[in-house]
């Protein structure tokens, strides 16, 4: 074989060799097979070569050329199969080794304690019953014994979205169109979020999640309101509790009652208690006896019929359940604070 036909190949199969990637078999390629590469400069110069050295020369060009096409298509196979094979390698998936947990949601504390709340409740007989979050002033406030001149107006900061128009400061006036679309016996429950003024303290929402509750019929006194209550309270915080009924004001009962319970954090106590403020009682909620006049804004008469109405902020009987001392925190959706109650 020609001197130069010789270099050329033990060079190029040298530098072959050495190719790890597409980039070098490219590079490889237009060296010796390009427009200016080694072998074509030698099939180009055939021509100045005498008739019978051409003919020699030419031949073992083109079997080197030959040669040469056939190990860069096999070195481009062999790099082909190895990508492959470190790629699957790299993908490959070990069908006995364990599985990575994923982090569950689970429901919000808030919603929690709501859901028991009612279930508590609707085992008592009571039906859940629901109502827009705005409302007109006479089902906010006129209906429940509140009229505009009202000093307890001033107990509760409205947001109001139009004339006569507010978002409801309690849930409240559903009782009042419940009590409008039926006859008594009336045994509900209302939950719903509800919205006051009121700036944000380790107590105080915005806006809120209350429950109220109803029950209206002949014959229905203080003691039934007693006995619904502490069972309530008893089968939400533990049946060893204690519970009592302090006189309050509310313009739509009479009379009316603050409800309390044992401070569960030091047992009723109280010594150096902060939760209970030393007193050995925390309020739960709020309750009385219906308002004649509430009943007389529905058609009532308020000689045939009695009932009581309670309420409670969801948001407090949270507090109180898992004893949490900022109300805010249920708000702000820190991962870290809601998967404590997965």
Known sequence: M????LRIRDDALLALESCQDEA???AFRVRVFGKKGELTSVLRSLGSLPPEQRRV?????????????SQLTARRARLQDEQRAQSVAAERIDITEPGVRRLRGSQHPLLQTLDETIAIFTAMGFEVARGPDIEDDYHNFAALNIPADHPAREMQDTFFVGPEMVLRTHTSPVQIRVMESRQPPIQIIVPGMVYRN????????PVFCQLEGLMVGKDICFA????VLTAFI???FGPDLPVRFRPSYFPFTEPSAEVDMGCPVCGGNGAGCTRCKGTGWVEILGSGM????????????????????????????ALRRYEVDDIRLFYENDLRFLRQFS
């Open 24 to 26: 070098n078999l490219e």
């Open 290 to 317: 219906v308002h004649p006049n509430v009943f007389r804004a529905v058609g009532y008469d308020p000689e045939v019929y009695s009932g009581f109405a309670f309420g409670m902020g969801i948001d407090r009987i």
């Open 234 to 236: 008893h089968s939400m």
């Open 2 to 5: 020609d001197a130069d036909l």
């Open 57 to 69: 020369v030419g031949e073992q060009a083109n079997q080197l050329k030959e040669l040469l096409e």
């Open 224 to 227: 039934h309101l007693k006995g």
């Open 198 to 205: 009121d700036a944000p303290d380790q107590t105080h929402s």
